[in-house]
């Protein structure tokens, strides 16, 4: 505990310092640059589509993000098989052209299980801010560092709520012609670890423009996420819930891993969808990883 403490504290010290130097850019001359327009020059980056809730991109900009996911749980697991659908949708609103709040979870959950039945509900809100600390637009390279809270108001019926977390995170990416590639790492730490356990999340996205001279570009996605768990609490259950939840369950020391595979198609410059396909690489009996489809829109501003 008294270590779960001092990385607490370590990571709100943090956060305080990053707020006192957004706090002094947002003061500077040029801080109304790129409000609402957001960095401009990273046009042809495609974000993420799997892993909505913690893959955050680097790029700064102002979009509204609908998402619906179907994801599957494995017969053989502790959930004994079912379901859960999510509906939701996400906003981000460029203050500078290197600075966004965002608010990447919220909506509605609909879940069904061999073990638990069937429930539904109001899913946990979570938001806060990322700062691009790295922008060389020649390079096509980009990194982005943020902070994002989430409360613990969602529905404990559909395995929400129960838990506040902070989650500074880290998102690179890098273009190479009509080949684009992003990378994100993702630190959760509950306020309180009987509550729910440390998690390290890394995930990799790749797509390349089929046709980039077309008004309407066509992208081949595939992504890898994994997910450590740091540290466990006594409990029967071997289940930590990966990105959908935190049960702060007996999970230490255990890694999932899967992968997706679909598509990026832009309708114009300003609206694009994806969909990918995911299943786990790893054993999808230890945890919730099964099977799952992700489909979004993106309208930007």
């Known amino acids: 505990m008294v270590h779960q403490n001092s990385l607490l504290h370590s990571a709100v010290v943090a956060a305080l310092s990053a707020s006192c130097c957004l706090a002094q850019d947002a003061a500077s001359p040029s801080s109304n640059d790129g409000f609402l327009t957001g960095l401009k020059g990273f046009e042809r980056l495609h974000e993420p589509v799997g892993q909505p809730l913690y893959f955050e991109s680097p790029t700064i900009e102002t979009s509204l993000r609908p998402i ?18 999510v509906y939701a949708a996400q906003l981000r609103v460029a203050l500078t052209d290197r600075l966004a709040l965002i608010a990447t979870k919220d909506g509605y959950s609909e879940i069904e299980t061999g073990v638990l039945g069937s429930d539904e509900g109001w899913n946990s809100l979570a938001g806060g801010l990322k700062y691009a600390l790295l922008v060389d637009e020649q390079e096509q390279m980009l990194v982005t560092t943020g902070l994002r809270y989430e409360a613990e108001n969602g529905h404990r019926g559909t395995l929400q709520g ?29 306020t309180d670890s009987t509550d729910g356990n440390q998690v390290l999340h890394w995930d990799l996205h790749f797509d390349y423009d089929l046709n ?25 259950l071997t289940v930590g819930g990966l990105d959908y939840t935190n049960l702060g369950t007996n ?12 598509l990026r198609m832009e309708l114009d ?13 790893t054993d999808s009996e230890d945890d919730i990883m099964n099977r799952r489809v992700t489909v979004d ?5």
């Open 212 to 236: 980039p001279n077309s008004e309407r570009i066509v992208s081949p996605v595939a992504e890898v996420h994994g997910v450590h768990y740091l540290d466990g609490n006594p409990s029967p």
């Open 162 to 190: 129960g838990v506040d977390e902070f989650s500074p995170f880290v998102s690179a990416a890098k273009g190479i012609d009509d080949f684009h590639m992003i990378g994100n790492v993702t630190w959760r730490v509950p």
């Open 269 to 281: 410059r300003k609206t694009e969808i994806g969909a990918v396909y995911e299943f786990a690489l």
């Open 297 to 301: 829109m993106i309208f930007r501003w």
């Open 68 to 85: 619906y996911v179907r994801h599957t749980f494995d017969n053989r697991s502790q959930l004994q098989g079912g379901q859960v659908s």
């Open 251 to 262: 999970v230490a020391g255990e890694f999932v891993a899967w992968a997706g595979l679909g």
